[in-house]
C-alpha cells in the first residue's frame, strides 16, 4: 500500500464490505479494492489475462492501459501479460458454532465467508479451478472444482446462504477432505482452529502429506485474541452450552499467556511442516490474506 489511498481502498475494511448484501458485489468489491490499493504488484495473476500492472510510461502504448483502474485511482497503469498458469484450489471453511462468537458486530464466520468469496471471485477471474468444502464435526458442502464464471455463481450462493452449524471437528473433517481430493493443488482452511490443537495439526500435515500447498487462515476475534471485559462475565460455550461465571480481572493473564502460547505454538508447527500460517482478526483489512495467497500462487507458478 501507499500513503496514497484511493477510494476503493476503503472496501478492503471487513466493517464496509459488510453494509453490502450481496455477496458477488462483496467479492469484486474486495478485489478491486486491493488491486486498487497496489501501485506496482509483485504478486503474478491479478486475471485470467494478465500478470501483474506496472506504471505506464511516456510515450508507452496506451493499449494495454486499464481503465477501470485509471478511473480509481487518476493514474496510468498497464496490464503486463504472460502464458496463464491454471490451479486447482480448496477453499476449506469451518461452519461450526464457535465460528458465530462476535464482540464486535462481525462474526468470525462471516468474515469467513467475505474472505472467501474474494477468493474465489480472483481465482475464476484467473481461471482456476475452485472447489468449497464446508465443515462442522463434518463435511456438510463440498462443491467439486470448477473455473467457468456460472461456477462462480453457485459458490457465492453457498457463502451467502451458509450459517452455523454444529461442534467443531477438524480433525475428522479435513482428514475428509485430504481423502476425497484426488488431484493435488492448493488448500485454503479457514477456521478459528478451537479443536484439539494436537488433532488440527495431525489434519493439516496429512494435507501436506498428500502433497497439497496449504495455507490456514486462522480467524479470531479480538476479545479472544486477548481478554478485556471490565464486569463479571458468564461464559458460555457455544458448541457444549456449558456456563462460567468469572471475573475477568482475575484470569485476564493468564488467559492471555495461554492464548499467546497456543497461537506461537501453531505457527511455529505449521512453519515446520511447510504449511503457510496466517492469524487474522475479524478486524483485519482483507488485503494481507489476499497477499499471502498471491504469495503462495506466485510460487506455485
Request: glycine share 4%.
Amino acid at each position: 500500500m501507499t500513503a496514497e489511498k484511493p477510494e476503493a481502498v476503503r472496501f478492503l475494511q471487513p466493517e464496509i464490505v459488510s453494509r453490502f448484501g450481496n455477496m458477488a458485489i462483496r467479492a469484486r468489491l474486495i478485489v478491486e479494492g486491493f488491486i486498487a490499493g497496489m501501485h506496482r504488484s509483485p504478486y503474478h495473476g491479478f486475471s485470467a489475462e494478465f500478470a501483474e500492472y506496472r506504471r505506464h510510461n511516456p510515450g508507452e502504448s496506451t493499449k494495454n492501459i486499464d481503465w477501470k483502474l485509471y478511473a480509481k485511482t487518476d493514474r496510468y497503469y498497464l496490464k503486463v501479460f504472460e502464458d496463464e498458469t491454471n490451479l486447482r484450489a480448496s477453499i476449506v471453511l469451518d461452519r461450526s458454532a464457535s465460528m458465530a462468537f462476535s464482540s464486535v458486530g462481525m462474526t468470525k464466520l462471516t468474515y469467513a465467508s467475505f474472505l472467501a468469496a474474494a477468493l474465489a471471485y480472483l481465482m475464476i477471474q484467473q481461471r482456476d479451478a475452485v472447489g468449497l468444502a464446508i465443515f462442522d464435526n463434518k463435511i456438510n458442502t463440498l462443491t467439486p472444482h470448477r473455473s467457468v464464471k456460472k461456477h462462480l455463481h453457485l459458490l457465492l450462493k453457498e457463502l451467502e446462504n451458509i450459517t452455523p452449524g454444529s461442534k467443531t471437528g477438524i480433525g475428522n473433517s479435513l482428514s475428509s477432505v485430504a481423502e476425497r481430493i484426488k488431484r493435488r493443488g492448493l488448500v485454503i482452511v479457514m477456521s478459528d482452529l478451537m479443536d484439539e490443537p494436537e488433532s488440527v495439526l495431525a489434519s493439516l500435515k496429512r494435507l501436506r502429506h498428500r502433497g497439497h500447498e496449504t495455507i490456514v487462515f486462522h480467524i479470531l476475534d479480538p476479545m479472544e485474541l486477548k481478554l478485556n471485559y471490565s464486569k463479571e462475565v458468564k461464559f458460555v460455550d457455544m458448541e457444549t452450552g456449558k456456563t462460567l461465571r468469572a471475573q475477568p480481572w482475575f484470569l485476564e493473564a493468564e488467559y492471555n499467556k495461554r492464548i499467546e502460547a497456543w497461537i506461537n505454538w501453531l505457527e511455529v508447527s505449521c512453519r515446520d511442516s511447510g504449511i503457510d500460517y496466517n492469524l487474522l482478526s475479524v478486524e483485519t483489512p482483507f488485503d494481507k490474506a489476499l497477499v499471502s495467497y498471491l504469495n503462495k500462487r506466485s510460487k506455485m507458478s
